[in-house]
């Protein structure tokens, strides 16, 4: 081994100025690290500039040259299951019901409004044809699109072409289930060939991956008709994108809030019968609660996120936007599964919501559930008991915002280094946080890292029910479910009138909803939970007033 002459702290401060330590001293505070005595601090920045540097730039040549998608991923995986051996088996199909005497309605506002259940149907007993739904869809997508602004890309010849080729199979015999031929839309995060996938950010807005994500093929495969990429908020942070800002269905003065603003709003206004959403700290949970649909936050791994902008290998799920959960499960059975371009996918042993026998379920209510959905499952035989989830970790919103900002800057490390978070939308928003995120240690960074896994690990040992209800958009339990990976249904339970209503009156309402818990790999639990909801009730079925515009709002005829 060379050995190197001995220097003395004293010599070595002669070598450089005295300001150099002061700075490197002062900048200690900002990393909670001021017990390094002036030696150290030179020792420190002697390491910095002959190793740490240098290591830093051969890793971020070998990793970090292109920007946002699941490019060599950590082997550093998050696995949710909270099973002590492995939850993977075979994968069995769903047993959908049939909807039965379904007719075809009279107009077309109807058929935009019908499930995807309903549709099926039309579609396999030849009542409709997959070009029909395509042409009402894309009407509606355009003619409301300029009020919600919550369409990117309309992808009308793909959607043809692919609406053929269901007319076609159903002419020969083949129906593939229940999406054949049912048209959707995908949040702009995942990529389509051919298409612009644009993150929702000017400095990607022509950006074209020429690659098939995950869940595309696998909907593809299941014959459903892309018609459309739908807003996602700019690198999946809120409802601001580079065309503007996408509005709620139920009250277009408001902005539908969270990333999968364009899923969101497009579902609500009848635009498509589901869309494709993602979620890494709520941005299924809010836009779904603002505009009132059902959706499903699945649990980590259950659907694989190859060719999908990553903000966090840990923290991105995918999920479906519906009219109901019974859609949800019907969209989740498709798109859920393992590829190899995302290694924290995996096939989660779910069983099939449409057989959970509920009424020996045991099911918490939160302080903060909707009383009806309580009891509205109580009159169905479920058995509900107060219930609330105890933790000793007060840091959870911390460690959500330290691993999902150090993520995302690691994804978009060349992104900031260039100078175009200058550029970005909202400045409040990803550029101050992955600014600070730059100055988050490493050490720190495993420090959160193991903190979450007390978290789960008091959270699994405190879930002493089958399932809970409680409120959906709270900021502490957005951040903890995503930090456990744990599966909630966004779940519609009804409407009031908005603040201060204009003279005169207004359709306008402010959805109320609720959130349907369940542990990692219980998603069927929370999905079967919120089917025996809706069975009942219609909440779920209430139409926005999209039409009742302001003075300088104006829609397509």
């Excluded at 159903?170 to 049912?182: D, N, R, W």
């Excluded at 978009?412 to 280094?417: A, P, S």
């Amino acid at each position: 081994m060379d050995t190197k002459p001995f220097i003395s702290a004293k010599d070595a401060l002669k070598k450089e100025p005295i300001s150099d330590v002061i700075a490197l001293k002062d900048s200690m505070k900002y990393f909670d690290a001021e017990f390094f005595n002036d030696s150290k601090l030179r020792e420190m920045e002697d390491g910095a500039k002959e190793f740490n540097v240098p290591a830093f730039r051969e890793n971020r040549k070998l990793v970090a040259t292109e920007n946002g998608g699941l490019h060599n991923p950590s082997v550093l995986l998050f696995k949710s299951s909270w099973s002590s051996g492995s939850m993977t088996s075979e994968t069995r199909s769903f047993e959908y019901p049939r909807a039965s005497s379904v007719h075809r309605p009279t107009n077309d506002e109807d058929i935009a409004f019908m499930s995807v259940i309903e549709l099926g149907e039309l579609i396999r007993t030849k009542q409709i044809t997959s070009r029909e739904l395509t042409d009402i869809f894309l009407r509606r997508l355009k003619r409301y699109n300029p009020v919600l602004e919550a369409v990117i890309t309309y992808t009308e010849d793909l959607a043809y072409k692919q609406a053929k080729e269901a007319d076609d199979l159903l002419a020969q015999g083949k129906y593939l289930g229940p999406l054949h031929g049912i048209p959707y839309g995908l949040k702009d995060i995942i990529a389509v060939p051919h298409y612009k996938t644009t993150w929702g950010s000017r400095t990607f807005k022509n950006q074209v991956l020429d690659s098939e994500a995950y869940v595309y093929r696998r909907l593809k495969s299941a014959g459903a008709v892309l018609v459309a990429k739908l807003v996602t908020g700019s690198l999946a942070y809120d409802d601001i994108w580079f065309g503007g800002r996408t509005r709620n269905p139920w009250n277009i003065e408001e902005f539908s809030t969270g990333s999968s603003a364009g899923p969101a709003a497009s579902t609500s206004a009848g635009m498509v019968p589901f869309a494709i959403g993602s979620e890494t700290a709520g941005s299924i949970a809010y836009p779904a609660a603002r505009c009132g649909v059902t959706a499903l936050r699945p649990t980590f791994g259950t659907v694989a996120r190859t060719d999908v902008m990553s903000i966090s290998e840990s923290l991105d799920k995918l999920g479906p936007f519906c009219r109901s959960a019974v859609d949800c499960a019907v969209v989740l059975d498709t798109i859920r599964g393992t590829d190899a371009g995302d290694p924290s996918s995996r096939e989660v042993a779910l069983g099939d919501p449409f057989h959970v026998d509920i009424t020996k379920l045991t099911v918490g209510y939160l302080d903060d559930a909707e009383m009806e959905v309580v009891d509205v499952l109580s009159s169905k035989g479920v058995k509900l008991v107060p219930f609330k989830l105890n933790y000793t970790v007060e840091s959870v919103q911390s460690i959500l915002n330290i691993t999902m900002d150090t993520d995302m800057l690691a994804h978009f490390d060349n992104w900031q280094r260039e100078g175009h978070d200058d550029d970005y939308e909202a400045q409040d928003q990803w550029p101050v946080e992955l600014r600070r995120a730059r100055l988050i240690p490493a050490v720190d960074y495993i420090q959160a890292q193991r903190a979450r896994g007390k978290l789960i690990r008091e959270i699994k040992d405190s879930f002493t029910v089958d399932a809970f209800v409680g409120n959906v958009t709270d900021w502490e339990r957005v951040c903890l479910g995503n930090l456990v990976g744990m599966p909630v249904v966004v779940v519609p339970t009804g409407l009031k009138s908005i603040e201060n209503p204009p003279k005169g009156g207004t359709k306008r309402r402010t959805t109320v909803t609720t959130g349907i818990y369940a542990p990692p790999d219980h998603d069927h639990i929370a999905l079967a939970l919120a089917m025996a909801y809706q069975s009942v009730t219609d909440h779920n079925k209430q139409r926005p007033p999209i039409d009742d515009l302001g003075p300088n709002d104006v829609i397509q005829r």
